[in-house]
């Protein structure tokens, strides 16, 4: 069983909470579609370097995009090299009856912090209350490993019903659950929002927003609105930091999209930013300081 990470907050980390690194092959990334060309080529750890250093950043979470143990053993070996990889949030198949197999040997690795499915594209939209699926997260606690919640905003009714049942299971929803900034829409999403956030043990990546919204004319003010709901829900002390580069550069460069975050919370909470800007993920993650 992995033990957990004892934090030292004499020294806050500064965490960006979500980003992805990969080697580009249209057949395994097929999401990558026409419209993000911009996106088909390789991305890796010496492509964040920069953005890191210029950001003050002391590194990342490293969260999967494809449903392989392939990959995972892949950010693992990534992570091995490249010190700045603070954590790897990977895949196993949560709904095998071999999961605690696949479990023991991947946490065999200490940089593996948490697992991932791709919920969203999920042809059920009921997905996340399978049994085979609850039985496999339920598998999660004994490990010590969080879960990211990848879901739209239709799916957020049924993320509380799967939330409610592992009360002491570390959640943390991606991309504040992909509002939809483009329309304006935002009743129904932040309804759902404030009930999830009623479970304490869920935290929240504010990240993903650049491409909710229009990619070529957003504005800070397109995307507000949806920050003061998450702010207001979850709070700074459950709330993290999250470019979602390299996607986020389909609409927005990195320093953009961490900059829009990074205003709004010292705006907002001066006296919590250093809690958003790393000591929340160090904290969700059981980070240990360097």
Known sequence: MKSDHRVNFIRMLRIDAHQ??????????????????????????????????????HGSILVQTRQTLEETLWLLELAEHHPSILGVVGWADLSSPEIAVQLKHLTGNPKLVGLRHIVQSEPDDRFLLRPE???????????????????????????????????RQRFVLDHMAKPPIKSGEIKTWAAGIRDLAAFPNVFCKLSGLVTEADWKQWTNDDITPYLNIA????GPDRLMIGSDWPVCLLAASYRQTINLVQDYILKRAP??????????????WRLAAP
């Open 20 to 57: 992805h690194f990969w080697i580009y092959n249209e057949s395994e990334l097929a999401w990558i579609d026409e419209s993000m060309a911009a996106l088909r080529r390789n991305f890796l750890p010496a492509d964040l370097q920069h953005e890191l250093r210029a950001h003050d950043l």
């Open 133 to 167: 699926f609850l039985r496999g997260v339920a598998a999660l606690e004994e490990f010590g490993l969080a879960f990211d919640i990848l879901i739209y905003a239709r799916h957020l009714p049924v993320a509380i019903e799967f939330v409610e049942r592992f009360p």
């Open 231 to 234: 702010f207001e829900s979850f």
């Open 271 to 284: 006296e919590r930013a250093a809690h958003v800007f790393g000591g929340n993920a160090q904290r969700f």
